[in-house]
């Protein structure tokens, strides 16, 4: 066998928190070949993205390293700071996670892309010009000519991606480290992406380390797979012998975390509940974001139907930019609507005012998709949990704290968290405050806005559980917005698909999973990544069939 | 090799413990941000310093309450008091000058060791003793600084907050207002209200310069909660059934307080220095009542016979100066997240004691 491109041996990375060195990554060994990739996989905070920012001495000040990192034969752990800046880019290249703050807004892409050219080459500024409008091209952006001189911002997030991988490529690196490239991006996108970085690493014969907490990618990438937890690498092996024969406990709940399109029991619902009066009724709903100076008016979600009944969970799945979470900030009255009858438990709030709107908040509860952002960071998540209730009139003092741990019992969180700030908790842990404050109220509608897109897949698996328990005791009715279809596989009774603001498809779990009537139903089911590398090679040949 | 990887383990076991000791103690943000201020050293200083020089100076001279003929005293430490008008001193001044400063800060070299004196900042020109009307300025300087603190900060943060929160139409007026008053330089709109109110003292001259000097702070706090009120946090309060009053004070308000402390800190040491440019134009705090400008743009003609005149107001005005805007620099990296520390030699060297040790064990 050729020298590998990367070899890591021993590799490991320490932080300097409050006083102690903290192992972040620990004796790391793998190498990496031309022509093949290599997936590190694990949760967040298990070392994945520092051991790849390590290997090019792109961490924080507070890191040590030690071991020994060689490319393509050279070592690269303590090398001086021009032999990194000259291996950096030409040698090896990454790909951001987030295309939007990894390119810089005020350049075109041509012009980031001729810097990249012309900081390693000796080139004239028409040569690169010719150059980059080459690589656009190969990366499969329309019109690369006219795209060279569009700025970041003027372009879609799968097409930012793109022009990342495009500068990435300029030089024809040797290794190529990406570091979850695809997980900002919708499935069909994802799905288009990874078409693209399999034919480059063909054509280039580049070797890949992809880093991803996403199986379904792995499984779609991978010819090795190495498994980290908490810093430690916990299992190495082909893709064949991680996905069909994983040795480690931890791999295997790795593997079983992850959702499956089609295989979960079929969730039945009391045949009589879609008698009852439905808790939300949305009947030919218009939502626009009014126009603001010169921006005109964006119509958001047009003529929009949709019925909740007690006790029901329907998932709203679509790709982003589709209106779903306008549709679900609208059904609480957080987005007025433009026309059309939205009414909530029998009560009309069309046009209602905001007092007019109290009483209809205690029947509903949100979700928001980011933790981090839906907590009030200066407040104990007691008080967070709380508010609702105090502002209800329902309990003050210690009747007001009971309920509050009540609540974090509910959700499974120790009542004594009760005095942490957000901060102190996890992302996981923060997504289940967020249930508890939602719940606080035991509303009669929940909507759940891309809860788990912020999330691990095994948390997430935890998580969904527990919505679900909470779901069979409490009864509650739920919209839940998600992307990801098999996470709605899971939970829903009933899917309704969204796409560009109108509602495409809307039916039965397994009506819309088995049976799709449209074809945009059947592209995203057909693009969602599965955790089995036979079933993705089978999905990416119909997909190039289909072409 | 068993024996290193048993050592890596005890190392990690020691540092995972230590962490998860972390994690249950549980701060708050005001302890964090407590914690981080107090590892600032120039802040802490200042802090220290500022405090003890307020109190010298409040407790230097005698505070003569009640009618003038008969008033109540509270003595302070100092023997004169900033009316009294003692004899001038003729004798050994260097170039035939008067009032020189009696103060002796060189200790033994020169033979007598240190003394403050009679007068130790000297005399003005009618013999009134300068260290008492020194600290009678400082008194007014530091008294105007916290008043137009206080009030700008108040009428900043509430007028931020609430064109910032609200925005429309509310916004649009309140902010032309912001724009016609930063418009008009404030040792104008000072000047203006020193020549006809200069004589109502020095508490009612920061009184309205507060009004007008709290512009810049409520564009600042706009901003905030111009990104703020976007977050979801605030969409969430909302669902919970939080009115505006809630929403604004609760929850934006808190989030905003680290812009709001640096800027105020900032503005009161510009405080000063107005104060100090409109009694040296002579529109500030009018005789026979003394602030630090005042007393400067008095003997302005004497720095080059009698510099001592210009140094100890000078020095007081620098010093509080300086101490709020390093306790304002220690505010500002406290309240920011991201500031992290710099690993300092003894760090490293405990980290490398703590590691030896571990292996040892």
Known sequence: MSEPVLQVRDFTVEFWVDGVWYPAAIKMNFDVHAGKTLAIVGESGSGKSTTAMGIMNLLASNARTSGSVKVKGQEMLGASKSVLRKARGKEVAYIFQEPMTALNPVYTIGFQIVETLRTHFDMGPNQARERAIELISMVEIPDPERSFDKYPHQLSGGQRQRAMIAQSLACDPGLLIADEPTTALDVTIQAEILDLMRGLRTKLNSAILLITHDMGVVADMADEILVMKDGNTVEHGTSDQIFNRPQHPYSKELLAAVPKLGSSAKRSLDPKAREQMPVMKMENVTIAYPKRGRVPEFVAVRDFNLEIFPGEIVGLVGESGSGKTTVGRAAIGLLPIKSGKLEIMGNDISHASWKELFPIRRHTGIVFQDPASSLNPRLPIGESIGEPILLAGLAKGDELNRKVEDLLEQVELPRSYRNRFPHELSGGQRQRVGIARALALTPDLLIADEPTSALDVSVQARFLDLLLDLQDKLKFACLFISHDLAVVDILAHRIAVMQNGLLVEEGDRDDILKRAKHEYTRKLIAAVPVPDPEEQRKRREARLASK | ?361
């Open chain 2, 1 to 361: 090799m068993a024996r290193n990887r048993k050592e890596v383990e005890i190392v990690n076991e020691a540092n995972e413990n230590a962490i998860a000791n972390k994690e249950t103690e549980g701060l708050s943000q005001g302890q964090i941000v407590f914690r981080r201020f107090i590892r600032h050293r120039a802040a802490m200083i200042s802090v220290i310093f500022l405090f003890s020089l307020i109190a010298i100076v409040y407790t230097s001279l005698d505070w003569r309450l009640g009618n003038k003929e008969k008033p109540f005293v509270i003595p302070g430490w100092w023997k004169y008091h900033f009316e009294d008008m003692p004899e001038l001193r003729y004798a050994d001044c260097p170039g035939g000058t008067v009032g020189c400063p009696t103060i002796d800060a060189v200790p033994f070299f020169d033979g007598d060791g240190m003394s403050l004196g009679e007068h130790p900042f000297g005399q003005d020109d009618i013999g009134r003793d300068y260290l008492s009307l020194v600290m009678r300025g400082a008194q007014r300087s530091i008294l105007v600084m916290f008043i137009i603190g206080i009030i700008a900060a108040t009428l900043g943060t509430v007028i931020g907050a609430i064109s910032g929160y609200f925005r429309g139409w509310v916004d649009g007026v309140l902010m032309r207002l912001v724009d016609f008053i930063i418009t008009v330089p404030v040792i104008i709109i000072g000047s203006v209200i020193g020549f006809h109110y200069g004589n109502k003292g020095a508490a009612f001259l920061a009184l309205l310069l507060g009004i007008f000097s709290w512009t810049g702070l409520s564009r600042l706090v706009r901003g905030e909660f111009l990104t703020l009120r976007e977050r979801e946090f605030v969409d969430a309060a909302r669902v919970a059934g939080a009115g505006n009053r809630r929403i604004i004070f609760k929850h934006i308000l808190p989030n905003a307080v680290g812009v709001i402390i640096v800027s105020v800190t900032l503005l009161m040491s510009g405080a000063i220095l107005t104060e100090t440019a409109l009694s040296y134009l002579g529109f500030g705090v009018v005789a026979p009542d003394v602030s630090l400008g005042l007393l400067i743009s008095t003997y302005q003609d004497a720095f080059t016979t009698r510099p001592w005149l210009f140094w100890y107001p000078g020095l007081f005005i620098i010093a509080i100066a300086l101490c709020i805007n390093f306790i304002g620099d220690g505010l500002r990296d406290a309240f920011d997240p991201r500031q992290r520390r710099r690993l300092s030699r003894k760090d490293k060297a405990n980290a490398r004691k703590l590691e030896s040790r571990a292996e040892v064990a």
